[in-house]
Structures are given as C-alpha cells and as structure tokens.
C-alpha cells in the first residue's frame, strides 16, 4: 500500500498515506551533525562485525541507564536494522522440524522470519479486548515437543498494544519450563503513553524465572533514524556469537556512519524523544476520537507506537459500486480508489476485520483523511 500512495503521489495525486510506518519527523539535528562529522574525519571504513566497541558500550549504558539492564559490550550485536536483528536471530536460533509461536495479529515478517529458518509458524490468537495480549487458552492447545521459540513483540505493530507485566511473566514461565527461546522485540519501547514500559528481560530478571531472551531494539522510531538503519541485539553471549557469525557472512557490518550517528543518539539529550513523544500522543487521541464517530467503526486506545487497529467488520460482505467487499484487501483498496486515503488491511497482519492506520503524520492531515473515509464508508450499503 505504501508504494501504492508513493506512485500515486508521483502522478501528481492529493493522496492521505496512513500506511506510513516510521516518524514524520526528520533525524535531530545533533545526530545529523554526528554523522556529517564522522564522514569529515574518516569514519567511512568497515568497523567490527558485532559493532563499534564505543556504540556496544552506549548500548550497554542505555540498557543500564533505561532498561534496568546490564550487559557487556561482547553481549551486544549492532545490526543494519532491526529487521535485521530479528531475522539473524531465527537464523541463530531455529531450523527444520523446529516451530515458532508467532501471536497474531502480528508483524508481516514474523512469519517470513521464521520460514526462512526452515522452521514453521504457529499462530497464536490474542484477545483484542485486552490490548492482543496472549490468549493463553489457545496458547495451551498448540504446544508440542516442535516449539523451540516465540516472538514478543510489545509494543506491538500493527495493534499499539502493549502487555502487562503480569501476561509476559506467564509466559517467560513456560518458555521456562518448555525450553524455548524468546525473541522480544522492543522497537518500540520508548513509545508508550498510558503505562511505564519494562523489558521482558527486565522481568525475566526480576522474577528470576531464568528463560533465555534475546532482546531486539531499534533507533529508528525512538531518534525517526529508519534511513539510518541501525539496530542492535542483547542476549546470551553464545547467541549473540553465532548471530554475529552468520551477519559477518551476509552483511559484514552496520554501515559506520550510522553507527557514529547512533552513539550521539544514545549518549545525548533525550528532550528530542520526549518532544516526539508528545506529539504522537495527542495524534493518537485526536485519530482514536475521530475513527470511533465514524459509523460502524470502533477503535480501542492502543498504549504504545504510532498506530491504531480499529474494526471495520461491519463492513465485510456489504456491497459497494456493484462490488462485495469480502474483506479489509478489498476494504482498503475501495478507499483508496474513493478517496485516495492509504490504509494497510488486517488481513495481511492475520487480523481480518481490522484496518491499520499510523497516525506518525500531521493532525491536519488526520483531520482531513478521516473525513475522505467517512465519505467513502456513507456509500457502503
């Protein structure tokens, strides 16, 4: 859908583009003239395959300082993303005969991860009604000797949610007793609004429960740093040596420049994540507000990221110009041909029914792209 808007937008189009899945916002400042300084003195060279020693350390400080956290520089793996993280470590992780518990709705690439490992999905349900937090009824029926892992990933996309405390305790206690590997993606740990955030590892710690975690972070939404393409992983040092070996095969290291960028990002003044912050929260009460006047549609707070899930399963199997729209594929693609507005559909995220919108653009724009779907949905019969 977002290279849908983007040719759209090439042609010249008005479009609304609510598929948007990274910050609004420019890198600040600060970090841009880290980066112009380390291209003026050099820094252009392969670094470490695991990192630069001085941006592990930052990490290291980070965790500490943020997360509760501590962790040694040979602990950490900087990555050309996080995306990248997450992959290496199913990599690092799983292979054929293996199974993965994925929680649905889930990520697009969770999946994809995990079949490219050779391992197989199991899909998990949520209960939407408890921010898609883990229906343990349905978790319960589906474990076999097979599992060898499971992906956390709250803050969530596509949903916002975010779990409590008490919902990932109980399940680092069966990865515990089952022996599994968690994967907690925590891309978007530095944005939640409604409650505090704490690492899985955080608890796992705490509570002294002793599973095995591998934590995936990411300056990309924190520092809108995603062209920088800078993550990084923090686990058992075994872990974290294999998934370095298998990235010193594929990519080498993350690119230098970005990493510079990333030690000022880490070690500098924390205001630009707060100022963000802020204006992510007041869009997301303004789009949650406006999606739930709409008729027919209902949108529950998310407590974290920069996006809403509402359900629009009032719509499926109702006709439009002729056309039955037999699900949120076919939803979305009417609205964007009504009223240009993008939209990415449930469907994709194994949550039929639901619609994502990212509300990481301007509260003018919501305002007005809300108003094009009201128009589009009154024509829905």
Not at 116 to 124: G, M, T
Request: charged content about 25%; proline content about 4%.
């Amino acid at each position: 859908m977002a290279t849908i808007a983007a040719d759209m937008i090439s042609e010249g189009k008005d479009v609304i583009n609510f598929s948007v899945g990274e910050p609004d916002f420019n890198t600040p400042e600060h970090i841009i003239k880290a980066g112009k300084k380390a291209m003026d003195e050099g820094y252009t060279k392969y670094t470490s395959g695991a990192g630069m020693v001085e941006l592990r350390q930052a990490i290291c400080d980070k965790l500490e300082r943020e997360n509760g956290l501590i962790y040694s520089p040979s602990d950490i793996l900087v990555s050309n993303g996080e995306k990248q993280s997450l992959y290496t470590a199913c990599q690092a992780l799983f292979g054929k005969g293996d199974e993965v518990i994925v929680f649905r709705p889930y990520w697009v690439s969770f999946p994809e991860f995990v079949r490219l490992s050779d391992a197989e999905p199991i899909l998990v349900e949520t209960i939407s009604k408890k921010n898609f937090e883990p229906d343990f009824s349905d978790l319960k029926t589906k474990i076999t000797t097979n599992i060898k892992g499971v992906i956390i990933n709250s803050p969530s996309n596509p949903t916002g949610g975010v779990w409590t405390s008490e919902s990932i305790i109980k399940l680092l206690k069966i990865a515990k007793e089952e022996n599994w590997s968690i994967i907690s993606d925590e891309c978007y740990e530095r944005l939640t609004y409604d409650r505090n955030f704490i690492s899985v590892e955080k608890l796992n710690r705490e509570h002294k429960i002793g599973a095995r975690v591998i934590t995936c972070m990411s300056l990309s939404k924190t520092y809108a740093m995603t062209g920088w393409r800078i993550g990084y992983s923090a686990g058992p040092l075994k872990i974290i040596k294999a998934m370095a070996k298998i990235q010193g095969q594929a990519t080498s290291c993350a690119n230098s420049i970005g990493q510079k960028a990333a030690i000022a990002a880490l070690s500098g003044n924390q205001k630009c994540v707060e100022e963000m912050k802020l204006k992510f929260l007041r869009r997301r009460d303004l789009i949650v507000e406006l999606l739930n006047d709409l008729s027919g549609v209902t949108c529950s707070i998310p407590d974290g990221a920069f996006y809403v899930f509402p359900s629009f399963q009032a719509f499926l199997n109702k006709k439009v110009n002729g056309k039955i729209l037999k699900d949120t594929f076919d939803i979305s693609q009417y609205i964007l041909e009504a009223v240009s507005v993008v939209t990415v559909p449930g469907d994709g995220f194994g949550a039929p029914g639901y619609i994502r919108f990212s509300y990481a653009t301007s509260s003018e724009t919501i305002i007005n792209g809300i108003k094009r779907v009201k128009t589009a949905l009154d024509k829905i019969t």
